[in-house]
């Protein structure tokens, strides 16, 4: 066992675990929310500002198209043995996971995102989180933003093809069944203070 300083105490992570074992430690979910990948379980570091804002801003843009999807802050999601929490997620309501009185279940999801979106913090590992798209997208994921405040750039990562790093007036590719247009420039505006 190692054990990991909070600042409520201290944490008894197990130092190897099946993901079966991790889903069930009382302490995941707790803010930094831990991850399980590659049989490690992974704290997230604490975010700042403009990530925390870049991240508030996309979930209300998505939503706000009124579409067949919803986007999630921070959703569990769980497939092909990780158990993952990307910033965004973006997944279609009919696949909304629902408990018998029909509100979503608290546990997140069983299945990889149709989108989803990290940005990276300079606590974070860009290995670990570009990681994490890659394995959504080998496990159903149609789309992945991997946004990068410090540079003002995307890399979008879509299946069977080259990541592509695209920056100021680039237009964003989406999910094909949203009407929606959006360019890198728009999604950095989003950190200036509104009127």
């Known amino acids: 066992m190692k054990n990991i300083g909070l600042t409520q105490g201290k944490i008894t992570v197990p130092e190897s675990t099946t993901l079966e074992e991790f889903l069930k430690l009382p302490y995941i979910d ?3 929310a831990w991850e399980y990948i590659n049989k490690e379980t992974i ?5 700042g500002g403009k990530h925390s804002l870049l991240q508030k801003r996309l979930v209300a843009m998505i939503d706000g198209l009124g579409t067949n999807y919803e986007a999630f802050p921070e959703l569990r999601c769980t497939c092909g043995n990780h158990s993952v929490v990307p ?3 973006v997944i279609s309501t009919n696949q909304l996971p629902l408990d018998e009185s029909g509100e979503i279940i608290s546990s ?3 299945f ?4 989803v979106i990290e940005i990276i913090s300079p606590a974070q590992s860009q290995t670990k989180v570009t990681g994490n798209i890659l394995h959504c997208l080998r496990n159903g994921s149609q789309l992945g933003w991997l946004i990068d405040p410090s540079e003002r750039s995307i890399l979008v990562y879509q299946p069977n093809s080259l990541p592509d790093l695209l920056v ?3 237009i964003l590719p989406v999910l094909e069944d949203l009407n929606f247009t959006l360019s890198v420039e728009e999604i950095f505006a989003c950190l200036q203070r509104k009127n």
């Open 108 to 110: 997140g999801i069983n």
């Open 168 to 170: 100021g007036k680039d």
């Open 112 to 115: 990889a995102p149709a989108w």
């Open 87 to 89: 910033d965004v997620v």
């Open 43 to 47: 704290q997230k570091p604490m975010e």
């Open 30 to 32: 707790e803010s930094p």
